[in-house]
């Protein structure tokens, strides 16, 4: 069910941890294989979903602050992400890395910047101190 006020609304279903898939409910059909990535196994892991995630729709949203102030989108995303132990099992190290081909560095940061306080997925993280945001000339993974 939908909270009040949802612009959309999804539910994803895991029914047996990293063995199996996991689907969307209802007639969207989609349906993903998914696994560890501790284990050579055949499936999406944690990993790569959040991963996805970002860079999807941090770019969007980095493309809709742009076109804000009258700019071109023109950046690529890559975002890297780490499974580590800690000391109560295991965490995330996610970096994410924001290449602008036409804005100098400090316009860069501050689509960046917007950006952070408007995309979902980035207003999750950004506060994780595993989490980090970079703007690059070059990808350094």
């Not at 294989?33 to 999406?44: C, K, M, Q, R």
């Amino acid at each position: 069910m939908a909270v009040d006020g949802s612009l959309y609304h999804t539910e994803v279903v895991n029914e047996h941890g990293l063995v199996g898939e996991s689907f969307v409910r209802g007639n969207e059909g989609l349906s993903l294989g998914v696994s560890s990535s501790l284990i050579n196994s055949p499936g999406t892991n944690p990993e790569q979903f959040i991963g996805f995630a970002l860079s999807t729709c941090f770019n969007a949203t980095i493309g809709l602050v742009e076109r804000g102030h009258n700019l071109k989108p023109d950046t690529v995303i890559h975002t890297a992400v780490d499974n580590l132990k800690d000391t109560t099992g295991y965490k995330f190290v996610v970096r994410c890395q924001i290449l602008f081909h036409e804005l100098d560095d400090e316009q860069a940061q501050q689509m960046v910047n917007e950006a952070l306080d408007t995309c979902p997925v980035a207003k999750l993280l950004k506060a994780n101190e595993n989490v980090t945001f970079e703007v690059v000339d070059k990808f350094s993974f």
